[in-house]
């Protein structure tokens, strides 16, 4: 037996699978962005399935999408982390994929779930990010300190990363992520595990660097933080772009969060379904 599924091109066209090319004059441009896992087998998935979006420079961009979606494998193929199987990604004219030095450059990217050198203290990361990106010590010194106290993170500079909480990683993993003052930010569930205090800190330190021209995307499960932080949404399901725009255009008069299950659809009647779920 085929599986069809494996092929998200049944019909292999000779030229790319997309009308317009990549628009360069974007931040973020993507085209036919598509991601196979373990194609040709049984276990064959489409995770993101010819993804195409446009994020204009100082946009404050939402992605929303349920629990595997295809959020974060859209995203790692934007940073430059996941190879797409199929499909262009581009940064300020820049393609992810042919040029993957010069695009990283460009951005500043907060991995979901992902911490490395575990043994290093918070500021040490920080600095060793700076470093890594060919600034001076006496600039990576001055910005590190600026970042981990913005994250309310001084008191903890010293502490190895492995004795963070899941919030404090979050944060000092984004502080790693500013510290070169990338044009583009990438984050992957930012906000998720950050206390209250810290999240409002981080929104406004990001809202701030939007305003300033730079441009922000952040995936979240939290419609209400969308609705109120980002002026652009894109929403996926099932690797699927389903509406992408502006939150007023995305939403219409409604919140986004019933737009979102509208779209999306998925409700199920807890009530009926799990009867057996009742405390006797
Ligand atoms: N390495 C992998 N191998 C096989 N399948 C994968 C792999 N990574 C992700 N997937 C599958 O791809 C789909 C998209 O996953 P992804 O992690 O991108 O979703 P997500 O939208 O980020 O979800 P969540 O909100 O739960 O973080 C899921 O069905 C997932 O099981």
New binding site residues.
């Given amino acids: 037996m085929s599986h069809t599924t494996a092929d998200p091109h049944p019909h292999h066209q000779s030229g790319p699978p997309w009308a317009t090319p990549p628009d360069s004059s974007m931040a973020v441009s993507l085209r036919g962005l598509t ?1 196979v ?2 194609p040709g087998t049984e ?1 064959s ?1 489409v ?2 399935n010819r993804l195409n979006l446009e994020v204009p420079h100082g946009a404050f961009y939402g992605l929303v ?12 193929m934007l940073t430059g982390l ?1 190879r797409p199987t199929e499909g262009v990604a581009m940064v300020s004219g820049i393609d992810v994929w042919a040029d993957s030095r010069r695009a990283k450059m460009a951005m500043g990217v907060l991995p ?1 779930g992902m911490t490395f050198f575990e043994r290093l203290s918070g500021r040490q990361l920080v600095t060793y990010a700076g470093l890594l990106r060919g600034m001076d010590r006496a600039t990576v010194a001055q910005r590190t300190d600026d970042l981990l106290g913005a994250m309310d993170l001084s008191d903890d500079a010293g502490t190895p990363v492995q004795d963070y909480s899941a919030g404090m990683r979050k944060k000092v993993m984004l502080a790693a992520a500013l510290v070169h003052a990338p044009g583009l930010l990438v984050l ?2 930012p906000f998720e595990a950050v206390d209250p205090v810290s999240a409002a800190n981080i929104r406004e330190l990001l809202q701030g660097f939007a305003r300033a021209g730079g441009t922000v995307i952040v ?1 979240s ?1 939290v419609m209400d933080l969308v609705q109120r932080m980002c002026d652009h949404v894109a929403v ?1 399901d099932n ?1 699927r772009l389903l509406a992408a725009g502006t939150v007023d255009q995305v939403r219409r008069e409604k919140s986004l969060e019933d737009t979102f299950v509208d779209l999306v659809g998925g409700r199920t009647h807890v009530g009926e379904e799990l009867s057996w779920l009742r405390p006797r």
């Fill in positions: 991601k896992f373990s276990r998935k995770a993101v999408g349920r629990n595997g979606a295809g959020k974060t494998t859209a995203l790692s996941l979901d992957d569930e995936s499960h996926v690797g």
